[in-house]
């Protein structure tokens, strides 16, 4: 059974900084590419960063690029994402993601298989 697990949100002032991590188990970590996503109050989920199965970066939304910083440890089963420079609009519930197909990777939520129950993070002004 996969589990994805995050962990690392808060509260946080406009330009400070957060790491986040996801835990995986239940799976092959280092065959999948990984995703986060993130939800505001009232919004659709939207895409943040993925990273592929071996660690290169593949893509950032373009609200994130340059402050928020995706990667992996794939002998520890965790992505992380070091968030910084960070902006009230950034606040919403943060999740883990993969599609599970093996050396493959996605941006579409819809496309997705397997979520955690995400973390909250809040950016107050």
């Known amino acids: 059974q996969v589990q994805l697990v995050e962990s690392g949100g808060g509260l946080v002032q406009a330009g400070g900084s957060l790491r986040l991590s996801c835990a995986a188990s239940?799976?092959?970590?280092?065959?999948?590419?990984m995703n986060w996503f993130r939800q505001a109050p009232g919004k659709e989920r939207e895409f943040v960063a993925v990273?592929?199965?071996?660690?290169?970066?593949?893509y950032y939304a373009d609200s994130v690029k340059g402050r928020f910083t995706i990667s992996r440890d794939n002998a520890k089963n965790t992505v992380y994402l070091q968030m910084n420079s960070l902006k009230p609009e950034d606040t919403g519930v943060y999740y883990c993601t993969t599609d599970f197909r093996v050396r493959l990777w996605r941006t579409d939520a819809g496309g997705m298989k397997y979520w955690g129950k995400g973390t909250l993070v809040t950016v107050s002004s």
């Open positions: 239940g799976l092959i970590f280092s065959n999948y590419a």
């Open positions: 990273i592929d199965w071996s660690g290169g970066p593949i």
